[in-house]
């Protein structure tokens, strides 16, 4: 025979991803089992990701529709502080800064709530009794889930609005035909049930009533406790800032000014923290889903001696080989990978549609946990592959 | 297609010549050393039907793997299908079984979640043959070994002879120079084993070049031609009928 010319071998990409499959397609259980680790890590870190991106997002939607321009002015707990009452004519000064758009003040009355005229006084509830504007409501940007806020003609009989918490404790949720409560001597219609404020969840256990019917029916005098403030979002520090002085020039420092948003935002980044923590232990099952991983590998690379010595009779080079097994293990990553990102989403949709919030997964996400599963495939198996194309073909054909 | 690189590797044979193995010896490093070939030489020729017998350990399924370039030897020199094995890197060897020669084992060596058909479709997996031509000439090759009735059979379910039928089609489907069959029918009854040996003989009939190891003398004596195998060197090379070759 005449000299021929060598045509190297060839695998067919096509045919790389069929053999790469082999392992995957007949042992179809432990190839499941080995997927898992990476699956539960990459779902854990989507599920993070996803749920925290969409209770930010619904934080974001709340503070957008709450505002961050909401104030408030409270006499002050300290040493030297006065009788956690502000002065008298506070309110209308506050009200006079150019850049406030609305104040609401409120004032804690000396008297208890009872769903009868049976219980000791001694008994209160937890609930408190405030004197409040009738601005109230529109200046914190609250809602009732049942009946009408308090108006001016309201504000003058004996009427009360509960808040969500007190409403649930004295177990009024109709108002159609306005239940009365005992309230300090008297008995109060109440003609409102208010949803939970976010922004002062004080007010949830309070009742509240006009500061015009206080006065009569409860003998008080309603010197404000607290001020709300609505100004202008484009002047709030400067607001801030002047605000101890105007509420009580004489004694500024008794005077605390907060922004109740600023709460909400602290509660989120609490959260984060959590965030950080369930990222990190994802990461953990993802190392160890990776080690498993290069385990099946090494002890399949094992079993399938015979296999690799076959391959190398049938004209596969060592990088042929090398390849089959490195796509193995990136093959199962990736099947972990997308199950792991598919358990994650659904985790999270379910997770959010039970809180009412959007669902929403970033990219980064479900895309760096398909490329972190890639990685970790890689990684995994790179020594296996190593050692499968090593192997010279006489010894792998040997084992029986 | 050419491949400049690889033509300057071609060793001249003497036309009709398959493979040419001169003064080969083998030695496993191994504590003490085993020579396993002590300088072997021998020529097979196109159409030639070789039986290698020897007692166990004589060196039979080593000259084999030399033969099949699986194994390089420690000294002398193999060519095969006209390329020196010495002067070829893994990757040249690699290519010469993928498209030069065929091997049949003791084992079968099936891939078990195959079926038939894919299994022989595999003898020409590395050639670079796309999967739809490659079953194409797998059915063809079953056809003639006899399994036109089992291509979709998974390996697991079929007998021993039948899966040595596969191993045999998976050989010649790439229409090699030669087939290197390192005993065939040792896992097999003596009734299976005859159909096999009738097939090789039948293969051989239509061209094919097949070198077999054997324990079998019987086996052997069917053949033209048989090579004895001693502690590593060659006892006798005889045609059988005829005299001394
Ligand atoms: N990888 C190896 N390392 C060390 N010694 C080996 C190796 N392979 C084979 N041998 C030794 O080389 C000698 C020849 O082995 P070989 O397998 O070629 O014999 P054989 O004729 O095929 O025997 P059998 O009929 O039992 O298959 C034996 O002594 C064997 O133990
Ligand atoms: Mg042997």
Same mark, same amino acid.
């Given at each position: 025979?005449?000299?021929?010319?060598?045509?190297?071998?060839?695998?067919?990409?096509?045919?790389?991803?069929?053999?790469?499959?082999?392992?995957?397609?007949?042992?179809?259980?432990?190839?499941?089992?080995?997927?898992?680790?990476?699956?539960?890590?990459?779902?854990?870190?989507?599920?993070?990701?996803?749920?925290?991106?969409?209770?930010?997002?619904?934080?974001?939607?709340?503070?957008?529709?709450?505002?961050?321009?909401?104030?408030?002015?409270?006499?002050?707990?300290?040493?030297?502080?006065?009788?956690?009452?502000?002065?008298?004519?506070?309110?209308?000064?506050?009200?006079?800064?150019?850049?406030?758009?609305? #104040?609401?003040?409120?004032?804690?009355?000396?008297?208890?709530?009872?769903?009868?005229?049976?219980?000791?006084?001694?008994? #209160?509830?937890?609930?408190?009794?405030?004197?409040?504007?009738?601005?109230?409501?529109?200046?914190?940007?609250?809602?009732?889930?049942?009946?009408?806020?308090?108006?001016?003609?309201?504000?003058?009989?004996?009427?009360?609005?509960?808040?969500?918490?007190?409403?649930?404790?004295?177990?009024?949720?109709?108002?159609?035909?306005?239940?009365?409560?005992?309230?300090?001597?008297?008995?109060?219609?109440?003609?409102?049930?208010?949803?939970?404020?976010?922004?002062?969840?004080?007010?949830?256990?309070?009742?509240?009533?006009?500061?015009?019917?206080?006065?009569?029916?409860?003998?008080?005098?309603?010197?404000?406790?607290?001020?709300?403030?609505?100004?202008?979002?484009?002047?709030?520090?400067?607001?801030?800032?002047?605000?101890?002085?105007?509420?009580?020039?004489?004694?500024?420092?008794?005077?605390?000014?907060?922004?109740?948003?600023?709460?909400?935002?602290?509660?989120?980044?609490?959260?984060?923290?959590?965030?950080?923590?369930?990222?990190?232990?994802?990461?953990?099952?993802?190392?160890?889903?990776?080690?498993?991983?290069?385990?099946?590998?090494?002890?399949?690379?094992?079993?399938?001696?015979?296999?690799?010595?076959?391959?190398?009779?049938?004209?596969?080079?060592?990088?042929?080989?090398?390849?089959?097994?490195?796509?193995?293990?990136?093959?199962?990553?990736?099947?972990?990978?997308?199950?792991?990102?598919?358990?994650?989403?659904?985790?999270?949709?379910?997770?959010?549609?039970?809180?009412?919030?959007?669902?929403?997964?970033?990219?980064?996400?479900?895309?760096?946990?398909?490329?972190?599963?890639?990685?970790?495939?890689?990684?995994?198996?790179?020594?296996?592959?190593?050692?499968?194309?090593?192997?010279?073909?006489?010894?792998?054909?040997?084992?029986? | 297609?050419?491949?400049?690189?690889?033509?300057?590797?071609?060793?001249?044979?003497?036309?009709?010549?398959?493979?040419?193995?001169?003064?080969?010896?083998?030695?496993?490093?191994?504590?003490?050393?085993? /020579?396993?070939?002590?300088?072997?030489?021998?020529?097979?020729?196109?159409?030639?039907?070789?039986?290698?017998?020897?007692?166990?350990?004589?060196?039979?399924?080593?000259?084999?793997?030399?033969?099949?370039?699986?194994?390089?030897?420690?000294?002398?020199?193999?060519?095969?299908?006209?390329?020196?094995? *010495?002067?070829?890197?893994?990757?040249?060897?690699?290519?010469?079984?993928?498209? +030069?020669?065929?091997?049949?084992?003791?084992?079968?060596?099936?891939?078990?979640?195959?079926?038939?058909?894919?299994?022989?479709?595999?003898?020409?997996?590395?050639?670079?043959?796309?999967?739809?031509?490659?079953?194409?000439?797998?059915? !063809?090759?079953?056809? +003639?070994?006899?399994?036109?009735?089992?291509?979709? /059979?998974?390996?697991?379910?079929?007998?021993?002879?039948?899966?040595?039928?596969?191993?045999?089609?998976?050989? !010649?489907?790439?229409?090699?120079?030669?087939?290197?069959?390192?005993?065939?029918?040792? *896992?097999?009854?003596?009734?299976?084993?005859?159909?096999?040996?009738?097939?090789?003989?039948?293969?051989?009939?239509?061209?094919?070049?097949?070198?077999?190891?054997?324990?079998?003398?019987?086996?052997?004596?069917?053949?033209?031609?048989?090579?004895?195998?001693?502690?590593? !060197?060659?006892?006798?090379?005889? !045609?059988?009928?005829?005299?001394? +070759?």
């Amino acid at each position: 025979m005449a000299a021929s010319t060598l045509t190297p071998s060839r695998l067919h990409p096509s045919d790389l991803g069929r053999t790469a499959s082999v392992g995957l397609r007949t042992r179809k259980t432990r190839a499941a089992l080995s997927a898992l680790g990476i699956m539960i890590g990459i779902a854990a870190m989507v599920a993070v990701l996803g749920l925290s991106e969409s209770s930010k997002w619904d934080l974001l939607a709340k503070l957008d529709r709450l505002g961050t321009n909401l104030l408030t002015v409270q006499a002050g707990q300290g040493i030297g502080a006065g009788s956690g009452q502000l002065p008298e004519e506070a309110a209308g000064m506050v009200a006079r800064i150019a850049p406030v758009e609305a #104040t609401s003040s409120i004032s804690a009355v000396d008297a208890n709530v009872y769903k009868t005229d049976f219980i000791p006084s001694g008994q #209160t509830g937890g609930i408190s009794v405030q004197a409040v504007d009738v601005n109230l409501l529109e200046t914190l940007g609250g809602e009732l889930t049942a009946g009408t806020f308090l108006n001016e003609a309201t504000a003058a009989y004996p009427t009360v609005v509960l808040g969500s918490v007190a409403a649930a404790r004295l177990g009024i949720a109709d108002v159609a035909h306005q239940p009365l409560v005992w309230l300090g001597d008297q008995w109060f219609a109440v003609v409102g049930v208010l949803e939970e404020f976010d922004l002062s969840p004080n007010l949830d256990r309070a009742a509240l009533v006009g500061v015009a019917s206080a006065e009569t029916f409860l003998d008080h005098e309603a010197i404000p406790s607290s001020i709300y403030v609505r100004t202008n979002p484009q002047f709030v520090d400067d607001v801030m800032d002047v605000l101890p002085a105007t509420a009580n020039p004489q004694n500024p420092e008794e005077i605390e000014v907060s922004r109740p948003s600023d709460a909400l935002e602290a509660r989120e980044a609490a959260s984060d923290a959590f965030t950080t923590l369930f990222l990190g232990l994802g990461a953990v099952a993802l190392l160890v889903g990776g080690v498993g991983i290069a385990n099946v590998m090494v002890i399949s690379v094992l079993e399938r001696r015979a296999e690799i010595g076959l391959r190398r009779a049938l004209g596969a080079t060592r990088r042929h080989v090398a390849a089959q097994f490195l796509g193995e293990a990136l093959l199962l990553a990736l099947v972990g990978g997308v199950g792991g990102v598919l358990l994650g989403v659904g985790v999270t949709a379910i997770y959010a549609s039970t809180q009412g919030w959007a669902i929403l997964v970033p990219t980064l996400a479900w895309a760096g946990g398909l490329a972190a599963a890639i990685v970790i495939g890689a990684v995994a198996g790179l020594y296996p592959a190593m050692r499968a194309s090593r192997l010279s073909p006489t010894e792998a054909l040997r084992t029986t | 297609m050419t491949a400049p690189a690889l033509d300057r590797e071609a060793a001249p044979l003497p036309p009709g010549r398959v493979l040419s193995i001169r003064d080969v010896t083998k030695v496993y490093p191994t504590e003490p050393p085993v /020579h396993a070939l002590a300088g072997v030489s021998l020529d097979v020729d196109e159409g030639e039907l070789v039986a290698v017998v020897g007692p166990s350990g004589s060196g039979k399924s080593t000259l084999l793997h030399v033969m099949g370039t699986l194994d390089r030897p420690t000294s002398g020199d193999v060519v095969i299908a006209g390329h020196s094995v *010495n002067a070829l890197t893994d990757r040249q060897l690699s290519s010469l079984r993928a498209r +030069r020669i065929g091997f049949v084992f003791q084992q079968f060596h099936l891939l078990n979640g195959y079926t038939a058909l894919d299994n022989v479709a595999d003898g020409l997996l590395y050639s670079g043959m796309r999967l739809y031509d490659r079953r194409e000439r797998a059915a !063809l090759a079953l056809a +003639r070994v006899g399994l036109a009735n089992r291509m979709m /059979h998974t390996a697991t379910k079929l007998s021993g002879g039948e899966k040595q039928r596969v191993a045999i089609a998976r050989a !010649l489907v790439g229409r090699p120079a030669i087939v290197l069959a390192d005993e065939p029918t040792g *896992n097999l009854d003596s009734h299976t084993s005859d159909s096999i040996v009738e097939l090789i003989e039948e293969l051989n009939a239509e061209g094919a070049t097949i070198v077999v190891i054997t324990h079998d003398h019987e086996v052997a004596g069917h053949f033209p031609r048989t090579i004895s195998l001693r502690d590593g !060197l060659i006892e006798s090379d005889a !045609l059988n009928g005829s005299g001394r +070759r």
